[in-house]
Structure formats: structure tokens, C-alpha cells
């Protein structure tokens, strides 16, 4: 056709020569029209060149819809740092118990356990579980991987008591008493403090009980010493004055179950013993550990009973429990303070 022929026609419908001519393509090439948006489809915003910040807030959008502009420029975000994750190594690390005579040891689950084995003359394999850790007692005749397998099937409770045990040695080392002026350790379940007074401004000998001189601060045990005595005069006469009230305190609850258990006590004799709270022999003599005095009244009472329940019943059979029962109605709960709660070392 005709380039003028084509002029004429562009003028007939209207169409000015300053409109925008279209962009130039192969002449077999048929124009695409532009693609109607799919109603459900969505898809993400995606940054431009230069943009301050990437893609960190873009969420699906619909097609039909249009990302609104933000009214203040948006500051690119710096990754938070993440603590490091913990080794396999130290997540997989075995729990590790050892006895300080240990001459074997053995994996029981995730726990690494060096016992103390003893060969005694006895029929079966024992096991103890104390202070020290886990000692085993054994007859001669068993070999070695009979006792790691009677170990094995006794795994759970080895591991729970041995972990028991721990925690209350460390309960122990946190408890432990400075002796010094102004040191506190528990006396019938409440804080006591200790107040060196030179000039022995009372009457009791030795030391005395006194209501504190600050409302909400701890009862005080005056002692009659100076403020520089050493620590070892301290913490003996601190037991001295506790020694005294245990005996005091122990005949008063002895005297208060007996008739209710319809039983007579002949003696009491205070003990010192690590892992022991009394016991009871069938002559009505009492043997009751001074210590309880850092328990609770009501804790102190169970024990009392205990002892007295054994001059009627001498063993721990349901007709003892039974027995103590009649008395100390809460037994069970009282009993388990005496595992948990944890009492100062005296070292």
C-alpha cells in the first residue's frame, strides 16, 4: 500500500500523526494481549532494584490487589544472632557417680556409675546406696557379669537413688554453717542466729534463746563469747546449747506419746549419727539422733513415734505402721521431709 494511501486512512478514523507508534516486531508476529489476572491466584511481592529493603514483610498477594506503599522508608533488619547450639558432646554426656573406694564400674542407661565391690560370705548380690555412692556386696562364687547384670535390672532404681543422693550432699554443702557472729542455721524448722555476746547479758549458762531485735529478722542464740573467738569454739558451743535442748525437748515429746501408745521408754541417749534418727531397743531404751532439731516440730514428733511404735512392734511391718498411725495420722508426708529437707554439716 501506499504511504500516502495509509496517511489518508490514519485521518479518516481519527488518528492523529503525534500518537505512539507501537513497538517495532518481526512482521509474522501477531501481538500478545496483556494476561487477565486468575481470580484465587496469588503470588509475592517481589523487591525492585534498589529497594532499602528485601523481601522480610512480603506476604501473598491477591492479583486483583496492589501492595500499598509505606508512609515511612523502611530500614533494612539485621538477622538477630542466635546462640550457639549445643554440642552433641555435651547434650549426650553420661551422668557420672563414682564411690571413693570404687574398683568397678559399669553404664547403667546415660549414667557412668564406679561402685565398691566386696565379696562377702552371703547368698545373693546386694546393693547400698549412701553418702559414698554405690557399693555392692557379693558372694564369692558370682562372677562379674552375673553383678553387672543384676546391676542392669536394677538400673532405674541405682540411678535414681544415686542422683537422690547427690543432690542432698550438695544441699548439705550449701547449708553448711560459717561459724561466726551472725551466722543462721535452721533450729526446729526456723532460721537462727547467732550473736556472740562477751558480756553474757543473761542468766542461762552458756547461751540463751532470745525474740529477735528487729521485727521480721530471725530468733537469736546468744552464746557467751567474743566476736573474735574462732570458729571451732563457736560451733561447739553452739552444739552444747543444742545438746541440751534436744534432751530437753526429746523427753517432753517422749513423755507425750508413750501413753498414747501404751508403751513406757526406761532411757534416752542422744546420737550423732550421720544417716540415723533413732532407734529403740525392747528394754524401753530410746536412742534419738540431736540433730532432728533442725526439723520442724511436727517432723521431730514423727520420729518420737517412730521409736516408741518399735517398743510395741520391732519391725516394719503394716501392723507397726498401723501403729504409728494412731499417733501421727500424716506419717508418710513427715517421713519424706526427712530425705529431702536438708540438714548442715557440722564439719
Known sequence: MRPGLIQMTLELFGIGSDAPTAPSSPDNAKPVPPREPVAGRSRRLKPTAGDASPDLWASPLDADSAPIAPTHPIKAVSPVAQPPAASLTSVLTPASFTHPNANREVLLGNARVAYFLQRVRRRSIGFVVDADGLSVRAPAWVTLAAIDGALQEKSDWIVRKLGDSQLRQQRKQEAQIEWKNGAVFPFM???????????????????????????????????????????????????????????????????????????????????????RWGSARSDGSICLNWRLLHFRPSVIDYVVAHELSHLRVMDHSPRFWDTVATVVPDYKELRRCLKDDATPSWN
Open 189 to 275: 524448722g526456723e532460721p537462727l542466729k547467732i550473736v556472740l555476746d562477751a558480756e553474757h547479758r543473761f542468766k542461762e549458762r552458756g547461751g540463751t534463746l532470745l525474740e529477735a531485735t528487729i521485727a521480721g529478722e530471725p530468733r537469736e542464740l546468744h552464746i557467751a563469747l567474743p566476736l573474735a573467738a574462732e570458729p571451732a569454739k563457736v560451733r561447739d558451743a553452739v552444739l552444747a546449747w543444742l545438746l541440751r535442748q534436744a534432751r530437753t525437748h526429746f523427753i517432753a515429746r517422749l513423755d507425750h506419746f508413750a501413753p498414747q501408745l501404751n508403751v513406757r521408754w526406761t532411757k534416752l541417749r542422744l546420737s550423732s549419727a550421720q544417716t
